[in-house]
């Protein structure tokens, strides 16, 4: 993209990152599948290496594709640079590695993805971290969960899988009181619905996997980083502040300003820790983000459509979308997602447990598959599969109790999808 001062959504998603490829004039980014780069001379690969000049080594650090992703993730979050990397789960640990250290500890939100609240409360102990997780509904309560050890806040801004959303102007307060970076995972709203960075936080995860790509094809993720945090402020985050022994003495901060984070995350996260996106997988997110903005209203309107419906039918016990006018973070969705509220909520069952598998079994046009964020309209019952390693009063904290499913409505048409659901419902008893 050339000089682009004030370009739109629907034309950064297209154009944000991407030039005709200089060797052939190819207007679509080709798919550098390569490995390696040839240095210009020994010189040149002796800045490369030691991080005075910016270039192509080894696509375990970067790759022409995947660099052209991560300028547009960037750009249409309103961040200063990004990362991608192989998985949602990859970006968690990406983004937390160089604030983190044994001992220390992020404050997160009750209300999280099945696999995050897993990720957060079992494996990262292996590394010495912890989690403490709080009802974000309660700023009071996230800010007195702060200790001198903590090194992060982290929630979802609409969180998976119960309808949730997150006041993040709230939260952003209470971390920049506290001198700490706000980690938002924005998989669920996408860019589209909900800017982070613009109400404060430090930090976005994303599962590409999921809504970016779109189409079910992909498994990717992203870290974007404001580039507003000072992280020489405090001591409290030296792999950005102090020298660094694996750099000749580097320090990432002062050097790269604003790019510090990214810098870590490609020249350290991604060298050391490996979680790298390929090529091809760039480029099917590419392609999906293309359409994100067309795809993403239509997700927008068939959910409210959809959810309406469902609130209405005799064997619904209740629909946790935050569009709703029932739902408890309705006028917090005016004003924080003026553009909706995505297409993923939870269908309570007056039926409980074996109603929500029967009604499982009797969709057709709906797939029960462990994914969302797909054009297609996908179900799954979160307490047998996604939340399944969680305790029953985990899976109800989380919005995944015994007697739910969760919905993610596709981009189809509506009457086929309300169609295919009543005659499931009515099945279902
Ligand atoms: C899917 C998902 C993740 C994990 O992403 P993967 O790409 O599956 O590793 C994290 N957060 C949210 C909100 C998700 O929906």
Redesign the pocket.
């Known amino acids: 993209m050339t000089d682009a001062p004030n370009y739109g959504f629907d034309t950064l998603q297209i154009h944000a990152g991407a030039r005709p490829d200089p060797a052939t004039g190819a207007r679509q980014t080709p798919i550098y599948q390569t490995t390696a780069y040839v240095f210009r001379d020994a010189d040149h690969a002796a800045a490369l290496f030691n991080l005075q000049e910016v270039g192509f080594i080894y696509s375990r650090l970067t790759n022409p594709t995947v660099a052209v992703l991560q300028e547009r993730v960037a750009t249409l979050e309103g961040g200063a640079g990004a990362v991608c990397c192989?998985?949602?789960?990859?970006?968690?640990l990406i983004a937390l590695f160089p604030l983190m250290a044994p001992g220390r500890n992020v404050v997160a939100s009750n209300r999280?993805?099945g696999?995050?609240i897993t990720q957060f409360s079992q494996t990262i102990k292996r590394f010495g971290w912890s989690a403490k997780f709080v009802d974000f509904d309660d700023p009071k309560a996230v800010a007195e969960a702060i200790d001198d050890d903590t090194r992060a806040i982290f929630c979802?801004s609409i969180?998976?899988p119960g309808g949730v959303l997150t006041d993040i102007p709230a939260i952003a307060d209470v971390a920049n009181k506290a001198g700490l970076p706000l980690i938002v995972?924005n998989?669920?709203a996408t860019p589209y619905l909900c800017r982070p960075i613009e109400m404060g936080a430090t930090l976005v995860?994303?599962?590409?996997?999921?809504y970016l790509t779109g189409n079910g094809t992909v498994?990717?993720?992203a870290v974007v980083d404001s580039g507003n945090f000072d992280w020489s402020a405090s001591d409290k985050f030296p792999s950005l502040s102090q020298p660094e022994p694996a750099y000749h003495g580097l320090k990432f901060h002062e050097t790269f300003g604003p790019l510090a984070f990214t810098f870590h995350g490609i020249a350290i996260g991604l060298r050391d820790l490996g979680m790298t996106l390929n090529p091809q997988a760039a480029h099917y997110t590419l392609m999906g983000i293309e359409t994100l903005s067309l795809r993403m209203e239509r997700h927008c309107q068939n959910a409210i459509e959809i959810a309406e419906w469902l609130e209405g039918h005799a064997a619904v016990a209740g629909v946790t979308y935050a569009g709703l006018k029932s739902s408890p973070y309705h006028a917090k969705a005016q004003e924080l997602f003026p553009r909706g509220t995505g297409g993923l909520f939870t269908v309570k069952l007056k039926g409980g447990y074996d109603a929500c598998v029967k009604l499982v079994d009797s969709l057709n046009l709906f797939s029960h598959v462990a994914?969302?964020?797909d054009t297609r309209s996908l179900i799954i019952h979160s307490a047998s599969t996604t939340h399944r390693q969680l305790t029953e009063e985990q899976q109800i904290a989380a919005g995944a109790g015994p007697d739910v499913v969760r919905i993610s409505i596709g981009i189809e048409n509506v009457d086929d999808l309300i169609a295919d659901l009543d005659q499931a419902l009515n099945a279902a008893g």
């Not at 192989?86 to 968690?92: D, F, M, T, V």
């Not at 995860?205 to 999921?210: G, L, P, R």
């Open positions: 192989s998985s949602g789960h990859a970006a968690q999280l993805y696999g995050t979802e969180a998976n995972d998989t669920a995860v994303h599962s590409m996997t999921k498994t990717g993720g994914n969302l964020g």
